[in-house]
C-alpha cells in the first residue's frame, strides 16, 4: 500500500506548497489620493491656483494693513501717550507748587494771585475802545466814496449792520464824562464790548457783500459815481471839480431814490458842500 503523503511534517509544521494560501498584504491608499486620481489634471490645477491665490491675495492684504493702517495706530497710539505724559506731569508740577506756596508763606506773598483791573481803570479803558470805534464809524460816514465802496455798511437791512447800530446806540446811553457808580460802569464796559464785536462784524460782512447785492445797471452807476469823486479829488481846475462833484451828486441822489444805496447825512452834507465850491481840492 502507498503512503499518502502529508501536507504536514512530523512536528506538524505546514509543508511549503500546501494549505491555503495566505494572501499578501496591499499598500493602503488614504481617500485624498484615490479622490485625486479619479479628478481631472485640469481640476486639480485650477484647484492648486485658487489656493495660491488666495494665499497671495491674504498676503497682499496683510502688506496693505502694514504700510497703511499699523503706521497711522501707532501715531495715534504715540500721540495718545504723549497725551497722557503731559496732563500727568502739569497735574505733578501743579501739586509740587501748590505744596511749596503753602508751605512757605513768604513765597504766597511774593506771588500774589492775580486779580481784575480796577472798575475805574476798566471803565476808562472801555472808554478810549468805544472813541476808536466812534471815530472809524464816522470817518465812514462822512466819506462818499467809502459809502459806495460798502454800501452795506449804512444799510440797516442788513442784519450786520444794524445789531452793531442797536449795540452802538446802548453803548452811547452808558457813556459818562466821569467815572459812575460801578454798576453802571460795568454796564458801559460790556456795552462797548458788544459795539466793537458788532462792528468788526459789519465790516466784515460789508467787505463780503460790497456791490454783489445791486442790479448791473446799478453797479454801473456807482462805478461812475466813484469815478467822477476821484476826478473832483484830483483835479486842480475849479470848474472841472465842481462839476464833478455836481455829477456825481446827481448820480448818487438817483441811487438812494431807488433804494440801491443809503447815503448818511454826513457823506450828503459834504457832498453838497462840495458841490457849491465849499471844500477845498483835497
Not at 84 to 95: F, I, P, S, V
Not at 200 to 215: K, P, T, V
Not at 228 to 249: C, F, P, Q, V, W
Amino acid at each position: 500500500m502507498r503512503r499518502r503523503h502529508r501536507p504536514y511534517g512530523r512536528r506538524g509544521g505546514r509543508i511549503h506548497g500546501y494549505g491555503p494560501r495566505r494572501r499578501g498584504r496591499r499598500g493602503t491608499v488614504s481617500g485624498a489620493a484615490l479622490v485625486a486620481r479619479r479628478l481631472p489634471p485640469v481640476v486639480i490645477v485650477g484647484g492648486g491656483i485658487l489656493v495660491l491665490g488666495g494665499v497671495a491675495m491674504a498676503g497682499m492684504m496683510l502688506a496693505l494693513f502694514v504700510i497703511t493702517v499699523l503706521p497711522g495706530l501707532l501715531f495715534g497710539l504715540a500721540v495718545a501717550a504723549i497725551a497722557q505724559h503731559r496732563r500727568q506731569y502739569r497735574r505733578a508740577l501743579h501739586h509740587h507748587h501748590h505744596h511749596r506756596y503753602a508751605a512757605h508763606p513768604a513765597m504766597r506773598a511774593a506771588h500774589p494771585a492775580v486779580r481784575a483791573p480796577h472798575p475805574e481803570l476798566a471803565w476808562r479803558a472801555a472808554r478810549d475802545r468805544f472813541a476808536r470805534v466812534r471815530a472809524e464809524y464816522a470817518s465812514y460816514e462822512c466819506e462818499p466814496m467809502n459809502v459806495l465802496r460798502l454800501p452795506a455798511l449804512a444799510d440797516v437791512s442788513v442784519e450786520s449792520t444794524a445789531r452793531f447800530v442797536d449795540a452802538f446806540a446802548h453803548a452811547q446811553a452808558f457813556e459818562s464824562e466821569t467815572f459812575p457808580p460801578p454798576q453802571h460802569a460795568a454796564e458801559f464796559v460790556a456795552a462797548v464790548d458788544r459795539a466793537e464785536r458788532a462792528w468788526r462784524a459789519a465790516c466784515d460782512a460789508a467787505e463780503r457783500i460790497r456791490l454783489s447785492g445791486l442790479s448791473a445797471s446799478e453797479r454801473g452807476a456807482v462805478e461812475r459815481t466813484i469815478k467822477l469823486l476821484t476826478t473832483a479829488r484830483d483835479s486842480s481846475n475849479d470848474a472841472e471839480r465842481l462839476a464833478a462833484y455836481g455829477l456825481a451828486r446827481n448820480e448818487l441822489a438817483k441811487l438812494e431814490k431807488a433804494g440801491a444805496v443809503h447815503v448818511p447825512r454826513p457823506a450828503q452834507a459834504i457832498l453838497d458842500a462840495a458841490a457849491r465850491g465849499q471844500l477845498p481840492a483835497a
